[in-house]
């Protein structure tokens, strides 16, 4: 069975930088594609970064610069880098597998950024 357990969200002033993580379990890591998505209230959920097996990285256009995603395909785990975070990066940011015919998404977990 495959699961995705992200890690490390928080509340954070403006400005400020948070890790998110995303452990993975039950699936060959390495071969598919990784993502992160966010949601904010009343919004729908958004792609914000995306790293293929092969190591392409693309970002969303309001992260570019701040955000830096990366995997450890041998741990089995994905990582965003947070960085000079704004209130509207306030979200439940989620990691999202992409395998042949299905997908599979972590429970999220909640960032938070106010003063």
């Known amino acids: 069975q495959v699961q995705l357990v992200e890690s490390g969200g928080g509340l954070v002033q403006p400005g400020g930088s948070l890790k998110l993580s995303c452990a993975v379990s039950?699936?060959?890591?390495?071969?598919?594609?990784m993502d992160w998505y966010r949601q904010a209230p009343g919004k729908q959920r958004e792609l914000v970064a995306l790293?293929?097996?092969?190591?392409?990285?693309v970002y969303a256009d309001s992260v570019k610069g701040r955000f830096t995603v990366s995997r450890d395909n041998t741990n089995n785990k994905m990582y965003l880098q947070m960085n000079s975070l704004k209130p509207e990066d306030t979200a439940v940011y989620y990691c999202?597998?992409?395998?042949?015919?299905?997908?599979?998404w972590g429970q999220g977990t909640q960032v938070t950024v106010s003063s």
């Open positions: 999202h597998l992409s395998a042949p015919g299905t997908a599979y």
């Open positions: 039950g699936s060959p890591f390495s071969r598919y594609a």
């Open positions: 790293v293929t097996s092969g190591g392409k990285i």
